[in-house]
């Protein structure tokens, strides 16, 4: 039985927060619903945050490499991987986790995109459903140890942010030509 994973935009700053389950609307502390994950974002990198009852531990942590920023070298948890964009113009994300290739397929810029390993076997897929509450989408993953998955939601943050700025210069580049 997968488990599901909601991602929302932090309010005020780039971050994520990801909650368990899935949720229309971001669940408030006040309830006592604290994210499982929180995605970070600093100076060319981005961290995975982890929560344990109200306070936050790092986990991993990933730093973009190059201008064009194709790889995330990621670190933590007795682990190091490359995230790697297949090309500069690829719908590819993949990674190496204990010897097992895994690639993220991004078949168009909304929708669902799904994680496969070596074997061609769906271990994850997000659906990317933005909402006015923040929500950026949900994640599904198949059982997998926590290394695994905290890899994975980071991994689906890097991807979503990729097609975000994707988005956003595509918008921009039809916006300035509007204007002629």
């Not at 990198?45 to 730093?63: C, M, N």
């Not at 097992?100 to 669902?112: I, N």
Request: charged share 25%; proline share 2%.
């Amino acid at each position: 039985m997968p488990v599901a994973f909601t991602l929302f935009k932090d309010r005020d700053t780039k971050d994520v927060c990801v909650f368990r389950g899935d949720s229309e609307q971001r669940p408030t502390v006040s309830t006592g619903q604290f994210p499982e994950y929180k995605a970070v974002f600093v100076r060319r990198g981005i961290e995975l945050r982890r929560f344990t009852a109200s306070v936050d531990h790092e986990f991993l942590k990933g730093r973009f490499e190059g201008l064009t920023r194709r790889t995330a070298t990621v670190s933590g948890g007795g682990m190091q991987v490359a995230i790697k964009r297949s090309s500069l113009f690829s719908d590819g994300w993949q990674f190496v986790y204990m010897s097992d290739t895994l690639k993220w397929s991004v078949t168009q810029l909304g929708g669902e995109w799904l994680l496969s390993n070596s074997s061609g076997q769906v271990i994850a897929r997000f659906q990317r459903r933005s909402s006015w509450a923040g929500r950026r989408g949900v994640l599904y993953v198949m059982g997998h140890d926590r290394n695994l998955e905290a890899l994975i939601v980071l991994s689906c943050e890097i991807v979503n942010r990729t097609v975000d700025s994707s988005e956003q210069a595509a918008a921009t580049t039809v916006t300035a030509g509007d204007g002629d």
